[in-house]
């Protein structure tokens, strides 16, 4: 989130889109309810489905899966035409007056960018940039030419709107199956706060994995900060852009780096190509990019600071600076590693091992029987979670027989961890608040706290390098381990050393001194020479000399806007708006004088306010320094440049990889070009001519949790059984009854449940045809108290999901693909 | 609230006086339910489950959200999900908490013959005292709103307490304290009407809903639970709630002029046999 949970209740506005809070967020959801009931805030909710969101909207549409760049694509159209953006902003704080260079080709006519290789499905990119002068001519131009008028026909702002102006709300009709009217309806209410010049109002945009799990899903968020960056709403307090965590500290996970391409604080791993510390930071240090006469503070040229605390707080005294900073302990990613690609190297027979925490991989999905066909093929597994679930059970999966069963060779282990209520640590959620936790009950039996057990296999490991050395023991002997009890470390030592410490007497700019062995009051303070070391350098200022700032329970709120800044500690540097220099005019006076965040005080020559500034404190709005801080240009990206983002530098609708139609928008590139796909015998695709022609989309239920609920005997009385949501119409077709069982198969797998026959599903015209939605919770699986006891099919809806997944996230595509349903 | 809520009021089945009735100053309590602003998360379900401390029951599927058909001896709290499509093509999907509405004027408490079975406090909480039910289910009858379940085992009739336990000392219902969105609000009577009447002003004034209002049915006397409905012409679509409550015919006849007869035929019949006597004297006794 760009803001925060209780943030929602200063809204005036809410697009609610590609997400179902009141279903899996019931207790945020209270924040929305909130701006309803306190500021008649309004709420627009989009989904394939009249969900328990839309039951308390006031405006819902139903949308074909997989159709939301061409909604937004149309938002922003209609928000251009009809003058419902805050120019000011738009000129000011985002790229459009940039100048892009002349050889960029929008995909207006064969629907890809300019620099597609056709035989290779690879992009040039050096098309996409702006036009200006210095750099090192690979990258951003140091100087950008700009035309703050934005009349310049190559200025981002002009080509904006051409690329735009396709998406009109005939093609949206088309597209997405949302009525002329209807679309305009929904513009128009959530534009309505622009209406007239106002700049006073604020509008938010919610979202979760319903935008994510597309294999364009990155790019329909983009399109959604697109509309909030012409709208003027990032930075403010009640707008932004927000990604509704869908766990507990999935937050957390993210900024940690659990995710191959990222090591912790989002900084970008090595390759094979970085031969040293010095190349790998001149590779991903950006250097600023802007208009002769504006500022740009580039955050990210901080990098090495980052890194080299970092290297110090993972190799401690081992990291020197003649060693590079032990940089070469760091693996060099060769190659994707991230899920999809994993379990398809397993069942190509690459990868021979699998530990599992935390996690039940095999219902995760997607594509569930090519899993745990590959997991046949490991030699090794191990699984540590609290309850059996299905993935320790992989072999014992429905459909393996006794005899085949013997033929399994993979051996199998189960550790017994702990629950969240068993250890303590914090969580991060999607407000980025790190909170503490404390323990509620000791794990139960031999069960062994997590952390514990991995501590355990990492000391049996380095003592097995100590001994027998190997190829390249030197990363794993030389790991920093100084915890008090290294076979169990205390999370609050690990927290400890995370928000990191002076290794020596330092100084900070303003001379302020910090003793060594001190803990770091915040990352302005990291160094790259070795005398700071810090495990994440987002989350320093965390746990400080004044104590652990995430245990605070401090519940006063001098904004009055929900901020309480005693309560947690937010990153980075307990922001709790980010870009919150955006909520202020050019002059740096808020927009709207009620719902005051950070402002400049010409007096002081500083930006104050009841939020902390994420900005750089002295720099006077004259000056024109940028808000978007980590950003080299220093402004909002309408346009992104260059790498950014794998399919081009407007968001463009593509079809579901599975679509029942064709892409009207250039019939000749139907998908995303640059899709990421895989070829082994179990990757297989459904097309409407095959048979499949009932769009499908898979979700959870407030009632479960993921699959461990299953195990719970009130959550398992509140939803007993596996469904299938199909609509009346549909049901009456194939003469299928509320309770009837009902049969889904896709070109991957079947799945066969009772069906649920409601009127929250209709049939929608897409393209002038008639097609039909289905959806289905993933809750249900073959271990469980109802499966068990036999009382469902004991499948896997993730058996009918397709491993085809997002080129910048990796993201698979559970919302919109193809289906046949039948009567079982 | 105050400890002094548990003051009894009126008692079921009981002659004469209610002990310490009217002794002190106090107020009604009620709930005030805000469908508008209700999610179906079932929280209030599972809270009231745990705080009764009632077991897992098998459920089965039923084609849609709802836990079960109806509320049960041993679940008081039941979520009603109701689809519903307006003649103009407007899709509503209705929630409304299910559950015992504590009438001020109670058909359960009319109805009952055992003394002490069902008690009605001065804050309005029905509640019944199971050690005192005898088992006849005529409460059953008397509910309007179809609440009180019986328990087949033990004979004994059981619903929502409002939480008397939790009320009486102090803390609010279970079902409110879980519920995430706010839409359940517990207070007295008189503020729970004030916000029930600012909420309906707010949802005619701001959104679609012209006909919003108050659901405090004045058949039984108004309720201590009370509803803020999209319609209220209407509250029969949200699960069955019936438009104009009341106590049934029989019952108020039961309680009223048939025990009124019932009583004339009694003295009627003691009065007879003491003519009787009066003009024929003792029974004589035939010796063989």
Redesign the interface.
């Known amino acids: 989130m760009t803001n925060g949970w209780i943030d929602i209740k200063n809204t005036d506005m809410m697009l609610i889109m590609g997400g179902n809070p009141a279903e899996n967020h019931p207790c945020g959801f209270k924040w929305p309810i909130e701006a309803k009931r306190q500021r008649n805030a309004k709420m627009i909710v989009v989904d394939p489905r009249f969900t328990r969101t839309a039951a308390t909207a006031d405006m819902f549409v139903q949308i074909r899966a997989g159709s939301d760049i061409a909604f937004l694509g149309g938002m922003i159209n209609y928000a251009l035409a009809n003058g419902r953006i805050n120019k000011e902003y738009v000129a000011n704080f985002t790229n459009a007056p940039f100048v892009v260079k002349d050889d960029f080709k929008l995909p207006e006519e064969d629907g890809v960018f300019s620099g597609f290789d056709a035989a290779t499905q690879v992009y040039d990119k050096s098309t996409w940039n702006y036009q200006g002068s210095g750099g090192t001519g690979k990258g951003l131009p140091e100087k950008v030419t700009s035309d703050p008028s934005l009349e310049n026909p190559r200025c981002v702002y002009q080509l904006l709107k051409k690329h735009y102006s396709r998406y009109t709300p005939e093609m949206v009709e088309k597209i997405t199956g949302i009525p002329k009217e209807k679309f305009l309806a929904a513009a128009d209410l959530f534009t309505s706060i622009r209406k007239d010049g106002d700049t006073k109002k604020v509008a938010t945009v919610i979202y979760a994995v319903g935008w994510t799990q597309h294999t364009f899903g990155s790019q329909i968020i983009r399109t959604a900060a697109m509309l909030q960056l012409l709208m003027g709403n990032v930075g403010r307090a009640g707008g932004g852009v927000n990604a509704l965590r869908g766990h507990s500290n999935i937050q957390g996970a993210t900024d940690i780096a659990g995710i191959f391409d990222n090591l912790p604080g989002y900084l970008k791993v090595p390759t094979p190509a970085d031969t040293d510390f010095k190349a790998w930071m001149t590779r991903i240090t950006p250097t600023s990019s802007k208009p002769g006469d504006w500022e740009s503070w580039n955050y990210w040229s901080n990098t090495p600071k980052f890194a080299v605390s970092l290297l110090k707080a993972m190799y401690g005294d081992a990291a020197k600076k003649e060693n590079d900073w032990a940089f070469h302990y760091l693996p060099k990613v060769d190659r994707n590693y991230s899920w999809t690609y994993l379990w398809d190297g397993m069942y190509n027979g690459h990868v021979k091992g699998l530990l599992a925490f935390g996690m039940n991989g095999v219902m995760v999905g997607p594509n569930s029987g090519k899993n745990i066909d590959a997991l046949k093929k490991a030699d090794w597994l191990v699984v540590c979670d609290i309850y059996p679930d299905e993935t320790s059970e992989f072999w014992k999966s429905p459909g393996i027989k006794p005899e085949e069963m013997k033929n399994i060779k993979t051996e199998v282990y189960r550790l017994p961890g702990a629950g969240f209520a068993e250890k303590d640590g914090t969580f991060v959620n999607s407000a980025r608040w790190l909170q503490w936790k404390w323990v509620a009950v000791p794990p139960p039996g031999n069960a062994k706290l997590d952390h514990e057990i991995l501590a355990r296999i990492f000391l049996k490991v380095r003592e097995l390098y100590q001994k027998e050395g190997g190829k390249f023991p030197d990363p794993i002997v030389n790991l920093s381990w100084g915890y008090t009890n290294p076979q169990s470390p205390s999370l609050a030592e690990v927290a400890r050393e995370l928000n990191g410490k002076a290794l020596a007497d330092i100084k900070d700019a303003t001379g302020a001194e910090l003793k060594s062995g001190q803990q770091l009051p915040g990352f302005a303070w990291l160094k790259d020479d070795g005398s700071t070391s810090c495990g994440i350098w987002i989350w320093c200022g965390s746990w400080t000399e004044a104590g652990a700032l995430i245990q605070r329970r401090g519940t006063d709120d001098p904004s009055g806007l929900g901020a309480y800044p005693n309560w947690g500690w937010s990153w980075p540097m307990n922001r709790r708006v980010l870009y919150n220099r955006a909520s202020c005019d050019v002059s740096g006076k808020p927009w709207d004088g009620s719902r005051k965040q950070v402002w400049w005080n010409e007096a002081q020559k500083k930006w104050v306010g009841v939020d902390v500034p994420d900005f750089k404190a002295d720099s006077a709005p004259k000056d024109h320094m940028g808000p978007f801080i980590m950003n080299p240009e220093g402004v909002g990206r309408l346009f992104a440049p260059l790498a950014a983002m794998a399919e081009g530098p407007f968001p463009e609708h593509y079809e579901p990889f599975e679509s029942p139609t064709v892409n009207l928008l250039h019939p000749k590139q139907q998908n995303n070009p640059v899709v990421k796909k895989f070829t082994s015998a179990a990757d297989k695709w459904g097309t409407k001519e095959s048979g499949f022609n009932v769009i499908c989309t898979t979700y959870r239920l407030t009632e479960h949790y993921h699959y461990w609920t299953k195990n719970n005997p009130v959550n398992v009385q509140l939803v007993p059984e596996p469904f299938v949501e199909l609509p009346v119409e549909l049901a009456s077709d194939l003469g299928i009854k509320g309770g009837d069982k009902v049969k889904v198969s896709s070109a991957r797998g079947i799945y066969i449940a009772k069906a649920m026959v409601t009127h929250r599903i209709k049939p929608m015209q897409i393209n002038g045809e008639k097609v039909y939605q289905i959806g289905m919770p993933i809750h249900f699986g073959y271990r469980g108290i109802q499966e068990d006891e036999g009382r469902t099919e004991r499948m896997l809806v993730n058996e009918l999901t397709p491993a085809v997944v997002d080129p910048n996230a990796y993201t698979p595509e559970f919302k919109g693909f193809l289906v046949k349903v039948e009567k079982a | 609230m105050s400890n002094g809520t548990l003051e009894i009021k009126a008692i079921s089945g009981h002659t004469g006086t209610v002990p310490g009735r009217d002794t002190s100053r106090d107020y009604a309590v009620a709930k005030l339910i805000d469908v508008?602003?209700?999610?179906?998360?079932?929280?209030c379900?599972?809270a009231c489950?745990?705080w009764n401390g009632y077991?897992?029951?098998?459920?089965?599927?039923?084609?849609?959200?709802q836990?079960m058909p109806d509320t049960a001896w041993n679940y008081y709290n039941l979520i009603r999900f109701d689809?519903h499509?307006a003649e103009d093509g407007t899709?509503?999907?209705?929630?409304r908490k299910d559950g015992c509405m504590h009438c001020a004027d109670p058909g359960c408490l009319r109805a009952c013959p055992s003394d002490g079975a069902i008690v009605q406090y001065a804050n309005g909480i029905v509640d019944f005292q199971q050690e005192n039910c005898i088992g006849c289910q005529y409460c059953v009858t008397g509910c309007p709103f179809n609440i009180p379940k019986f328990n087949a085992e033990t004979k004994k009739v059981h619903k929502c307490t409002l939480c008397s336990d939790r009320v009486g000392v102090g803390l609010e219902p279970a079902c409110i304290k879980a519920c995430?969105?706010?839409?359940l609000h517990f207070g007295s009577k008189d503020d729970m009407k004030d916000l029930a009447e600012k909420?309906v002003a707010?949802l005619k004034e701001?959104?679609?809903h012209k006909n919003a209002g108050v659901y405090d049915p004045a058949g039984v006397g108004g309720t201590h639970v009370m509803y803020v409905l999209h319609d209220i012409e209407h509250p029969e679509r949200y699960g069955g709630l019936p438009k104009d409550p009341q106590v049934p015919l029989l019952v108020r006849m039961w309680k009223g002029p048939v025990k009124w007869l019932g009583n004339l035929a009694m003295v009627a019949g003691i009065v007879g046999v003491a003519a009787h006597y009066v003009r024929f004297g003792p029974k004589e006794k035939h010796e063989d």
């Open positions: 508008t602003t209700c999610i179906g998360c079932k929280a379900e599972v489950l745990e077991p897992f029951r098998e459920t089965t599927f039923d084609n849609t959200y836990t689809e499509t899709f509503s999907w209705l929630m995430p969105t706010g839409c909420r707010q701001h959104t679609s």
